[in-house]
């Protein structure tokens, strides 16, 4: 008798196909909260989207010149069409590790493994170092992705408080109460997503001396390394803490404005020998997915060494003068409340809804912002972080002064009648 042959007992055709507990466990909350939304735009004003974290949305922000002819260098060699070794070609993991050595926090290609993007490096370093029934620290207002990969494996996600009123520091009493016996590592993120702050090197000193009291290791995620405004200074959290397990993340997508070429990366720095192994792991677990696009790959060393200092600085000058353009104009909105960002391409702002008719929270704020004025901005209880939304500053800046001014006149219809 065949398979096809065979039929349930009950005589039913139908099919039941059970959904893993890996997928059922996997959600972002970002996609949850802005899918549940389902408002419309006015159809009378052209959109303005400061909701997409994605810098080649609107076209003013082009990647260098010497970037794209790195890669058409690449195809038209042949050379990067095969696969390479899981965790990255030797030649590409090499200049990641030459542009982020330091005398204090040296790395060498064998400390890097390439990953699909930072959102891939950061799967591995979380994996690499927590079980399910462990837990790992991250903040709040955080990236939407931490508990997204640490839930769908049965990782808890603790969160830390992150401080408004002191530029987005950590609250570090409250990181370190977070803390027991299940708790595998500490993410930290800095230049932020979504608060556009950027750690003094005392305070990443103060947040290293947690995680080494505890001797818990820190991912540190760093994708927006280096994109700091005028008279801010970048500390990585490698050379912060020398003697103490980092695993930094990073990648193309932000610094290079490629983030759809998804090529990241996880390097280990270990200065006292204390996690050894974790370098293994994470080689072990790139077999998964056998590494990033080989062609990307090819074309990083040429990426990473020969793109001008100018094209950085460019694209650094715009996010600042859009971030003090907003801030300038909502700060002159009674129920907002900007938080001026110190780097990175976002700008948090606070709203009162005490002093607006018919407004709870920053959900209704944005679904009503987006259905009567066409600008739509990411409630922050997409980061856990609620009465906040989060704009986007790599759009152009006329579109900064449009959406700016419409939210004014948003808040002044709604403005409650005794304010």
Known sequence: MSMADVRPENG???WSVPVSQWATNTTNPLRRIVDNMRVQPNPDKKLIRLSIGDPTVYGNLPTSERVNRAVVEEVERGTGNGYCQSFGAEPARRAVAECYSTEVAPVSADDVI??????????????????????????????????????????????????????????????????????????????SNPCGSVYTREHLEAIAAVARKFRIPIISDEVYAGMVFQGTSFSSMSEVAPNQPVLTCGGLAKRYLVPG????????????????????GLRALSTQILGPCSLIQSALPAIIR??????????????????????????????????????????????????????????????????????????????????????????????????????????????????
């Not at 991250?138 to 640490?150: A, K, N």
């Not at 109460?177 to 800095?190: C, E, K, L, P, Y």
């Not at 990366?265 to 192994?277: C, E, F, K, S």
């Open 12 to 14: 039913d055709d139908k």
């Open 114 to 191: 390439l990953a699909s993007g930072c959102s891939g490096a950061l799967d591995l370093a979380i994996k690499v170092l927590a079980n399910s029934g462990d837990n790992i620290l991250i903040p709040r207002p955080g990236f939407s992705l931490y508990r997204c990969l640490t839930e769908a494996i049965q990782i808890e996600c603790r969160t830390y408080q992150l401080l408004p009123d002191s530029g987005w520091e950590v609250d570090l009493a409250e990181m370190e109460s977070m803390i027991n016996d299940r708790t595998r590592a500490i993410i930290v993120n800095n230049p």
């Open 261 to 280: 070429w998804r090529l990241g990366w996880v390097y280990v720095h270990d200065g006292a020998h204390n996690i050894t192994p974790v370098r293994d």
């Open 306 to 419: 020969e793109t001008p200092e100018e094209f950085f600085q460019g694209t650094i000058q715009h996010c600042e003068s859009a971030a003090q353009r907003a801030y300038a104009l909502l700060s002159q909105v009674q129920a907002l409340h900007p938080i001026m960002p110190r780097g990175a391409m976002y700008m948090m702002v606070g709203v009162k809804p005490e002093l607006l008719s018919g407004i709870a929270d920053d959900i209704e704020f944005t679904e009503q912002l987006m259905s009567e004025e066409s600008v739509f901005c990411l409630p922050a209880q997409c980061f856990e972080y609620p009465n906040y939304f989060r704009i986007v500053l790599s759009v152009p800046m006329e579109m900064i002064d449009e959406a700016c001014g419409r939210m004014a006149e948003f808040c002044q219809r709604h403005a409650e009648p005794n304010n």
